[in-house]
C-alpha cells in the first residue's frame, strides 16, 4: 500500500513537470529550439559533430605520443643493455 502512495506522488510531481500551462515545461517548437541555441543552450549538429572530430582528434595524438613515449623507453633500455 505504501508503495503505490510513493508511485502516486511521483506520478503527480512528474506531470507537474510536463504541464505547460505551469511554465515548468514549453512545448518544443522550431522557434524555441533556434532560441536556446542562440543562446548557447544547446548545441548545433554540426558543432556536436565539431567536437566530436576535436575529441577524436585529442585521443588519436595521445595514443600518438604515448607510442612516442613508449618508443623512448624501449630505445633507452635497449641502450643500457648495449651498454652493459
Same mark, same amino acid.
Not at 27 to 33: G, N, R
Not at 54 to 77: F, G, I, P, Y
Given at each position: 500500500m505504501e508503495d503505490q502512495k510513493i508511485l502516486a506522488r511521483l506520478e503527480a510531481i512528474l !506531470?507537474?513537470?510536463? !504541464?505547460?500551462s505551469q511554465g515548468m515545461a514549453l512545448k518544443l517548437t522550431p522557434t524555441l529550439i533556434q532560441e536556446l541555441v542562440d543562446k548557447g543552450l544547446l548545441a548545433t549538429e554540426a558543432q556536436i559533430a565539431?567536437? @566530436?572530430?576535436? *575529441?577524436q582528434e585529442k585521443v588519436r595524438d595521445s595514443a600518438t605520443q604515448m607510442t612516442e613515449v613508449q618508443r623512448n623507453?624501449? !630505445? @633507452?633500455?635497449?641502450e643500457q643493455v *648495449?651498454?652493459?
Amino acid at each position: 500500500m505504501e508503495d503505490q502512495k510513493i508511485l502516486a506522488r511521483l506520478e503527480a510531481i512528474l !506531470d507537474t513537470w510536463t !504541464d505547460s500551462s505551469q511554465g515548468m515545461a514549453l512545448k518544443l517548437t522550431p522557434t524555441l529550439i533556434q532560441e536556446l541555441v542562440d543562446k548557447g543552450l544547446l548545441a548545433t549538429e554540426a558543432q556536436i559533430a565539431q567536437t @566530436s572530430r576535436k *575529441a577524436q582528434e585529442k585521443v588519436r595524438d595521445s595514443a600518438t605520443q604515448m607510442t612516442e613515449v613508449q618508443r623512448n623507453n624501449l !630505445d @633507452s633500455d635497449c641502450e643500457q643493455v *648495449a651498454n652493459l
